[in-house]
């Protein structure tokens, strides 16, 4: 890591991020149109999504946190976290996963998007996975460049798709290949 800044850890997430993990989304559902929520979530809420991603298989939530110093939390602070989750909910789209990374805002510039996106699809190439999928709700350079430089590649666009914050918003949707080339 640069100066200046400390070190980052990855590692699945667990109950004992569920409070931070809920803090980081509400900013979202508050603050922007990065996710169509419109009603924050508890903890409690929130505990089935995070039981719903394993350490293993094909549905992951990862975390990145500051090492553990003084001055910060037990753990260290959460820095953002990825995801994959199903697709859709019937058994064919089982090979498809859709993925999502979310920083918190003090993190911004500092390529914890980058690192929690590697570590996700190094933990997925083993997996019987064959696509991701990303919907990026516009604008957001910074998504839609970070998801370029995973070789992600836009399919197309639902125009005003989602209505929050009293206006109709644009998503991007993009599409990765997984696994072994067919």
């Keep these: 890591m640069p100066q200046g800044r400390t070190e980052v850890q990855v590692r699945p997430g667990s109950e004992a991020d569920l409070v931070a993990l809920t803090e980081l989304y509400n900013h979202y559902i508050r603050e922007t149109a990065v996710t169509f929520d419109t009603t924050t979530f508890t903890p409690e809420q929130r505990r089935p999504w995070l039981r719903s991603h394993p350490e293993d298989g094909p ?4 975390v990145a946190r500051d090492a553990p110093n003084a001055g910060t939390p037990p753990g260290g602070s959460l820095l953002g ?4 989750s199903p697709l859709r909910p019937k058994p064919a789209y089982s090979t498809s996963v859709e ?3 979310y920083c918190a805002p003090e993190a911004a510039g500092r390529g914890i998007g980058t690192l929690l996106y590697t570590a996700l699809f190094e933990a997925l190439a083993g997996e019987d996975l064959h696509r991701a999928y990303a919907g990026i709700a516009l604008p957001n350079e910074a998504s839609v460049r970070l998801h370029d430089r995973f070789g992600f590649r836009h399919l197309g666009t639902y125009e005003e798709v989602g209505r929050k914050f009293d206006r ?4 991007a949707w993009y599409e990765k290949r997984l696994g072994p080339e067919d």
């Design 59 to 62: 549905h992951r939530l990862l």
């Design 81 to 84: 976290y990825a995801t994959s």
């Design 99 to 101: 993925v999502s990374v």
């Design 168 to 171: 109709y918003w644009d998503v």
